[in-house]
């Protein structure tokens, strides 16, 4: 199977956020400070590795399919469609807020993507899933790091 132009730019977007992910999980790591700053650091570097991991899957997944990936920085930061994420020292609480954000955002575009995939590769599609469930999981357990216990489970409260 030939990837057509539009599943070959689907895969691309979701590269894009998966190579910015892990860039975004390791500044954060990087530069975090504050109250459970440990357990965050350790999460992050959790994040980081599916992010890389996922990156290369799909990136092995588009070459089988004889497109080409590009994880150039600069396509990257042109492409992306998450937050950016701030140079400097960030405390455990932004940190958090802009990690579920960056994770939420990367899952966006999967969803978005999705049906696209699913119609013309249902194996690629099957990637997605796993990312999409994986990467929600971690949206969960940072989350609930400033999560009350009074939240809703629908709708939680931000800290």
């Not at 990837?3 to 730019?9: E, K, V, Y």
């Not at 860039?23 to 504050?34: L, R």
């Not at 994986?134 to 939240?151: G, H, P, S």
């Amino acid at each position: 199977m030939k990837a057509s132009p539009t599943l070959t730019n689907n895969l691309q977007a979701v590269l894009a956020d998966l190579i910015e992910l892990h860039i975004q999980g390791k500044q954060a790591h990087w530069n975090i400070v504050g109250t459970n700053f440990r357990d965050l650091h350790l999460q992050l570097d959790e994040i980081v590795e599916a992010g890389r991991q996922f990156a290369d899957d799909l990136a092995e997944r588009m070459r089988a399919l004889h497109a080409l990936p590009d994880g150039r920085s600069s396509t990257v930061a042109a492409s992306t469609n998450l937050p950016a994420f701030p140079e400097g020292l960030i405390n455990t609480k932004d940190a958090i807020e802009r990690t579920v954000a960056a994770l939420e955002a990367a899952v966006g575009t999967m969803r978005k993507v999705h049906d696209e995939v699913e119609e013309e590769d249902p194996t690629t599609a099957d990637l997605l899933h796993e990312f999409i469930a994986r990467l929600e999981q971690f949206a969960w357990m940072v989350n609930a790091e400033t999560m009350k216990a009074t939240a809703s489970v629908t709708a939680p409260d931000t800290p």
